[in-house]
Nanobody, 131 residues
């Protein structure tokens, strides 16, 4: 499984960025896909996750209403649209995947993913939000 992120950069507070993640050797369906971030000097935290087959997406509270995670099964891509960015959103954003059946298990598995992470990881793309 290979995950490659792109789309990070420098943006002013209030601005937007769209992150992309290309997955190889991993079918987009019932399995979990997620976005995580790590700010300088802080631990990694889960941002969002979804099972592309049902489109149900889970977000951490601080990004709810500002970030939107989507997928494109034809391209084997997932995206994270980030609007109204804040300086505290700064960090390295990493795409991740796991063979857990998120579509069936739902929220309990999503919460575990967001707290503990997933099995497969990309290398990340940096996002810097200036005030």
């Amino acid at each position: 499984v290979e995950l490659v992120e792109s789309g990070g950069g420098l943006v002013q507070a209030g601005g937007s960025l769209r992150l992309s993640c290309l997955l190889s050797e991993f079918p987009l369906g019932d399995y979990g896909i997620g976005w995580f971030r790590q700010a300088p000097g802080k631990e990694r935290e889960g941002v969002s996750c979804m099972a592309p087959s049902n489109g149900i997406t889970y977000y951490r509270g601080s990004v709810q209403g500002r970030f939107t995670m989507t997928s494109d099964s034809a391209k084997n891509m997932v995206y994270l649209q980030m609007n109204n960015l804040k300086p505290e959103d700064t960090g390295v954003y990493t795409c991740a995947a796991d063979f857990g059946n998120l579509a069936q298990v739902g929220k309990p598995l999503a919460e575990r993913y967001l707290q503990y992470g997933m099995d497969f990881w990309g290398k990340g793309t940096p996002v810097t939000v200036s005030s």
